[in-house]
C-alpha cells in the first residue's frame, strides 16, 4: 500500500504505524517520491510527539542521516524535522575523509551488512543474516518499473568470504560455523520453504551469480567430505534445486547442467557406482529400519544423471514395498523416476515388466495392508490405511489404458479375484470399481472377449470375485459406444437387441457366478436364517436381468440352464445351496414358462414357495386378464362367452402352471369378497354363482398346492366368501356347489388339518345352518361332527412334518376318509363300455353316449374311463356319434386339462382326415380345443393351414376364432 501511486491508499497504511516501524519503511527500496514525502513527514510529526524514543530506535544516525538527504536529492520533501535531530547528535567536526570511513549498513528484509566505503565491497561479519542476503542476491518478486539494486558487490563480498574459508580448510583450519556451513543451510531452510520455486526460477535467471556460490559450496564439500551432515546437506539442496528445474517449463541452461553434473559426482563419491547398488543400500536401510533419506537421493541424483536402471524388478518391488510400508514421503517421487526416466531407457513399447511390478504392489497392498473390516452392530465399515493405491492406480492407467491388455493373467486377478480379509469376509478393493470402468470405457473389443471368455472360462486357476465379474458383464451390455447411431425414440413395437452371445458353457459358468453371489452374501452377514434368505433371493432377482439378456430368449438356451440347476439340486440334497438353485430355477420358470413343456422341474421347485413375492412374470398380465374375464357377468352373449373361454383357460392354467396362477389368488380373493354382500336372488340373476362355481373348479386343480402355507391366508379367506354366500342358500338349491364345497373343505383338512380345523371351527355356526336347510348333505354332517373332535394343535409346518404320524392314527378326524357318492355304478359303467365298444347298431352305442353324458354332466370324472372308446368315435362316419364323442372329449379335458395332449393324435387325424364331415367336425370343435391344449397351438392351427390349402376348405374363420380365444378377445 506505501508503494501505490493513490494517496488515500498511502495514508491508510500510514495512519498507525508506530515510529520504529516508520524508520524501517523509510530504509525501504522501491518506494515512489510521493509515498517517500509521506514517510518523512510522519516522522517530522513523531519527532515533535516523543523526540527521545524515536532516537533510541535509532541504530546508525549517520547512515540515517545520509539516507535523508539522498533522499531530498530524489525530490522528496518533508524530514528537515527529523534531519535536524540526526544532526545535532553527531560530533561536531567531520570531515569527507571521516564521513567515508564511517561504516554504512544497508539494511535488507532480513539483516544487515556492514560496508566500508573506501573499497565499496561489503563484508560478511558473523552475525549478518544470510538468508536475507541470498534474497538479496537473488529477488523472489522484481517490479519492472524500477531498476534492481546493484548486487555485484555484495556477490563479490560472499565470494570472497567463502574463498578465504575453502583457503583454511586446504591448510587444515576448519571453523565450525562458518560463513559457508550457514550460507548452506540458509540456502536449505529457503528450499524447505514456500518460497523454494521462486528462489530456483531466480538463481536460474541470475546463474552468473549462482553457479560460482555452488561451486566453491561444492569445493568445500570436496575438503571436508568426513562431515557427513554438510555432505547431505549439500546434495539434498542439490537434487532439490535440480528437481525444481525439470518440474519447470524452463528451459535448460548452465545451472541446470551443473546441478546434473554436482549430483552425479556425488552419487560416485558415495559408492552408488550405478542403480541397482543404490536400491540395495535403500533396502538394507529400509529393512533395519535405518534412515533411508541418503540412499534414496542417491538413487534420485543416479537416474536423473542418466544412469540406466539395472535393478531387478524383485528388488525394486522390494524397495517400494518397504517405503510403502515406511510411509515414505519419496515413494511418488521414486515411482515417478523409474516409470518415466526408467522406461525411457529401455525397449521402446515394452512396459509389461512396469505393469506387473505396479500389479504386484497393489495386489500386495491389498492382501496386507489393504481392507479391514469391523463388523459392529450389524454394520459393515470398510478402513484403509494411508493409502498408496490411488498413485499406483493413476500409474497403471498410464501405462496400460486399456487395464488388461498388457499382462491379462496379473491384471484379471486384480480385477476380479476373490479377496478375504482376515475375518473371513470377502471384500473387493476400493479402486476395483473405477479399473473396471476404465476397462469397460477404454479397452477396444478384442480386449473384451478376451477378458470375458477368460472370466467364463470353465477351467480357470483362480476363485473370482463374483459380484465384480457380474457387474462387469452387465456394464458390457451397456456400453454407450455399443448404442452410439441409433435412434433417440424407442419405438413401442421394438425387438429387444442384446449384446452378449455365450456359449452353453459359459451360460453355465454365469450361474455359477450368480449361486456364488448369493452364497458369499449369506457368508458375509450374519442376520438371522429368514433375512438372509430374503437376501440371497433378491440378490438372484437382481442378477435376473443379466441371464435374461445373456439367454437371448433361446429356449435351447433355458433348457440347458434348467437342466443344469435341477442337477444341481440333486447334487446338493437338503442344503441351502439347493435352495438357492431352487430359487433360481423358479425366477427362470416365471420368466420362461415353455421350459415346463420340456423339463420336468422338482415338485420343491413348483411348491410356490417364493413365487408370490416381489418378482416378475411373464404371464401376469395375461391371468390378469383371464382372471377379470373369468369375473366378468355382463348380461351380452359375448361376455358369456368370453367368461366361458377364460374358465377353460384359468382350467388349463391351474393344470400346466399353477404356481403363475397361484401367485394371483389374492386378487381371485377380492372378486369374491366384493359379492358376499349381494342377496341370492341378485347372485342368480346377475350370474355370479357361476363365478363362484368356476373358481371353486380352478381350486380343486390347483391341489395341493394351494394349501402351501405361503397361501393360507388368500385361501381362508377365499373360503370364507364362499361361506358368507352359501349361508344364504335355502333348502337343495344349489346341490352341486355345496357338494363340491364339502369335498374341497375335506382334502383341506386332510392335507393340513392344524390350519384347516381351526379356521372352520371358527365358521361353525353358518356350516351347521346350512346343514340344518340341506338335511340330504351327509358329507356335511360328517365334516360338522369331525369339527367337534380335539384336534393336535400346531402350526402348519408341524403338521406337515408329522403328517404320517397323524395318518396312521386317522380317528382323531373320521370325516378324513369319506369320499364322494359315485352316480354311475360299477354295474352301470360294465354296460356302458359294452354298448359304445361292441355295440353293432348304431343305436347301441348312442345309447351309451347319451347314458355317459347325462351322468357326466354331475360328475365329469367317469369320462376318463371311455377315453379309448371316445377318440375311436371321433372319426366315425356316423354324425351323431361323432358329435356326441367330440362333446364328451372336450367335457373331459374341460375338468381335466391334463388329458388334452392325449386327444392331440386323434384330433389331429381328424383334421386330415378323407372324411369331409369328420374334417368339419374337428374344425367347429378347434377353437375351443387349442384353447385347452396350448402347447400344442400352433400344430393345430399349421394343420388346420394346411387343411385349408390343400382341402379346398375355409378353415380361416375356425382358425381366426382360436386366434381371438387365444388372445381372449371378443368372440360372437
Request: charged share 20%; aromatic share 6%; proline share 5%.
Amino acid at each position: 500500500m506505501i508503494r501505490s501511486e493513490v494517496a488515500r491508499l498511502v495514508d491508510a497504511a500510514l495512519q498507525d504505524l508506530e515510529p520504529q516501524q516508520l524508520l524501517l519503511f523509510v530504509q525501504s527500496f522501491g518506494i515512489p517520491v510521493s509515498s517517500m514525502s509521506k514517510l518523512l513527514q510522519y516522522l517530522d510529526q513523531a519527532v515533535s510527539h516523543d523526540p527521545q524514543t524515536l532516537e533510541q530506535n535509532i541504530m546508525d544516525k549517520n547512515y540515517m542521516a545520509h539516507l535523508v538527504e539522498v533522499q531530498h536529492e530524489r525530490g522528496a520533501t518533508g524530514g528537515h524535522t527529523f534531519h535536524s535531530l540526526l544532526s545535532t547528535s553527531l560530533p561536531p567536526h567531520r570531515d569527507s575523509s571521516e564521513v567515508s570511513r564511517a561504516k554504512v549498513t544497508v539494511e535488507t528484509p532480513h539483516g544487515s551488512v556492514k560496508m566500508r566505503a573506501v573499497s565499496q565491497v561489503p563484508v560478511i561479519g558473523p552475525e549478518d543474516d544470510l538468508a536475507g542476503i541470498l534474497l538479496q542476491l537473488f529477488p523472489l518478486k522484481v517490479d519492472p518499473r524500477w531498476p534492481p539494486p546493484p548486487v555485484r558487490p555484495l556477490s563479490l563480498a560472499l565470494q570472497q568470504t567463502l574463498a578465504q574459508e575453502v583457503l583454511r580448510a586446504r591448510q587444515g583450519h576448519i571453523h565450525q560455523g562458518g560463513a559457508t556451513g550457514r550460507l548452506l543451510q540458509a540456502f536449505a531452510a529457503l528450499l524447505n520453504s514456500t518460497h523454494a520455486g521462486a528462489l530456483v526460477m531466480a538463481m536460474h535467471h541470475s546463474h552468473t551469480i549462482s553457479c560460482p556460490l555452488l561451486r566453491q559450496l561444492h569445493l568445500y564439500q570436496r575438503l571436508v567430505s568426513q562431515d557427513v551432515g554438510f555432505s547431505s546437506l549439500f546434495f539434498n539442496a542439490v537434487v532439490q534445486m535440480l528437481t525444481w528445474l525439470e518440474n519447470s517449463a524452463a528451459e535448460t541452461g548452465p545451472l541446470h547442467s551443473l546441478l546434473k553434473s554436482l549430483a552425479a559426482q556425488y552419487s560416485h563419491k558415495h559408492r552408488i557406482t550405478d542403480v541397482r547398488t543404490g536400491f540395495l543400500h535403500l533396502a538394507e536401510a529400509l529393512a533395519y529400519r535405518r534412515d533411508s533419506e541418503v540412499a534414496v537421493r542417491g538413487i534420485f541424483a543416479s537416474l536423473r544423471a542418466g544412469e540406466k536402471c539395472n535393478a531387478e524388478p524383485e528388488l525394486i518391488r522390494k524397495v517400494l514395498q518397504g517405503l510403502m510400508e515406511v510411509k515414505s514421503p519419496y515413494l511418488e517421487e521414486l515411482l515417478s523416476l523409474l516409470m518415466t526416466i526408467g522406461t525411457e531407457t529401455g525397449t521402446p513399447g515394452h512396459t509389461a515388466g512396469p505393469v506387473a511390478m505396479v500389479i504386484s504392489l497393489l495386489l500386495q497392498e491389498t492382501e496386507e495392508r489393504g481392507v479391514k473390516i469391523k463388523v459392529d452392530s450389524k454394520t459393515t465399515e470398510l478402513k484403509k490405511p494411508g493409502s498408496c493405491s490411488g498413485l499406483l492406480v493413476d500409474w497403471l492407467e498410464l501405462l496400460d489404458p486399456e487395464v488388461t491388455s498388457v499382462c491379462s493373467d496379473l491384471q484379471q486377478k486384480l480385477l476380479f479375484a476373490q479377496n478375504k480379509a482376515k475375518s473371513g469376509v470377502s471384500v473387493a478393493p476400493s479402486y476395483r470399481p473405477y479399473l473396471l470402468a476404465l476397462l469397460t470405457h477404454q479397452s477396444n473389443w478384442s480386449t473384451l472377449h478376451q477378458c470375458i471368455s477368460s472370466l467364463l472360462n470353465k477351467h480357470r486357476d483362480q476363485r473370482l470375485d463374483p459380484t465384480s465379474a457380474l457387474d462387469f458383464l452387465w456394464a458390457c451390455s451397456h456400453i454407450p459406444r455399443i448404442w452410439q447411431g441409433r435412434d433417440q425414440k424407442t419405438p413401442q413395437k421394438r425387438t429387444e437387441q442384446f449384446v452378449l452371445k455365450l456359449s452353453s458353457e459359459e451360460l453355465i459358468s454365469l450361474v455359477d457366478l450368480i449361486l456364488s453371489e448369493s452364497e458369499l452374501s449369506c457368508h458375509d452377514s450374519a442376520t438371522s436364517k429368514s433375512a438372509l434368505d430374503q437376501v440371497s433371493c433378491s440378490l438372484l432377482q437382481s442378477r435376473l436381468p443379466l441371464l435374461h439378456s445373456c439367454l437371448h430368449l433361446d429356449l435351447d438356451n433355458v433348457k440347458k440352464v434348467s437342466e443344469y440347476l435341477i442337477s444341481c439340486v440333486k447334487k446338493w440334497g437338503d442344503s441351502i445351496m439347493s435352495k438357492r438353485c431352487q430359487t433360481l430355477l423358479l425366477q427362470i420358470y416365471l420368466h420362461f414358462p415353455e421350459v415346463i413343456q420340456h423339463i420336468h422341474l422338482p415338485e420343491a421347485t413348483l411348491s410356490g414357495e417364493g413365487a408370490a413375492d416381489g418378482s416378475t412374470c411373464k404371464l401376469d398380465v395375461l391371468v390378469h386378464r383371464l382372471i377379470t374375464l373369468l369375473a366378468d357377468t355382463g348380461d351380452s352373449k359375448s361376455a358369456e362367452n368370453r367368461a366361458s373361454d377364460a374358465s377353460l383357460a384359468c382350467r388349463k392354467l391351474a393344470v400346466s402352471h399353477p404356481v403363475l396362477l397361484l401367485r394371483h389368488l389374492p386378487m381371485i380373493t377380492a372378486l369374491l369378497h366384493g359379492r358376499i354382500h349381494l342377496n341370492l336372488q341378485e347372485i342368480r340373476q346377475q350370474n355370479h354363482l357361476t363365478f363362484f362355481s368356476d373358481v371353486l373348479v380352478v381350486l380343486e386343480l390347483l391341489q395341493p398346492l394351494v394349501f402351501h402355507s405361503d397361501h393360507q391366508r388368500a385361501l381362508q379367506d377365499c373360503l370364507l366368501s364362499f361361506i358368507k354366500v352359501l349361508q344364504n342358500f335355502k333348502r337343495s338349491s344349489r346341490m352341486p356347489i355345496i357338494n363340491k364345497f364339502v369335498q374341497f373343505i375335506q382334502k383341506y383338512i386332510t392335507h393340513d388339518a392344524a390350519s384347516a380345523v381351526p379356521f372352520l371351527q371358527k365358521h361353525s355356526d353358518v356350516l351347521q345352518g346350512l346343514s340344518t336347510e340341506n338335511p340330504d348333505l351327509v358329507q356335511l354332517k360328517s365334516l360338522l361332527a369331525g369339527l367337534t373332535l380335539p384336534v393336535k394343535s400346531g402350526s402348519s409346518e408341524s403338521a406337515a412334518e408329522d403328517r404320517d404320524a397323524e395318518d396312521s392314527s386317522s380317528g382323531s378326524l373320521p370325516l378324513v376318509n369319506i369320499a364322494a357318492s359315485m352316480p354311475l355304478t360299477a354295474a352301470d359303467m360294465t354296460k356302458c363300455l359294452k354298448k359304445i365298444s361292441k355295440g353293432e347298431a348304431i343305436e347301441d352305442v348312442f345309447e351309451g353316449l347319451t347314458e355317459v353324458d347325462e351322468k357326466s354332466k354331475r360328475n365329469p370324472e367317469i369320462i376318463q374311463y371311455f377315453v379309448n372308446d371316445l377318440q375311436r368315435l371321433m372319426s366315425s362316419p356316423e354324425e351323431v356319434c361323432r358329435n356326441m364323442a367330440f362333446s364328451l372329449a372336450l367335457r373331459c379335458i374341460q375338468n381335466i386339462p391334463s388329458m388334452a395332449a392325449e386327444f392331440l393324435p386323434t384330433f389331429m387325424y381328424c383334421l386330415g382326415s378323407g372324411n369331409f364331415d369328420v374334417v368339419q367336425t374337428a374344425l367347429r370343435n378347434l377353437p375351443e380345443y387349442v384353447l385347452l391344449c396350448q402347447e400344442h397351438a400352433d400344430i393345430l392351427l399349421h394343420k388346420a393351414f394346411l387343411v385349408g390349402i390343400y382341402g379346398q376348405i375355409d378353415t380361416s374363420s375356425m382358425i381366426a376364432e382360436s386366434m381371438k380365444v387365444l388372445r381372449m378377445e371378443a368372440t360372437t
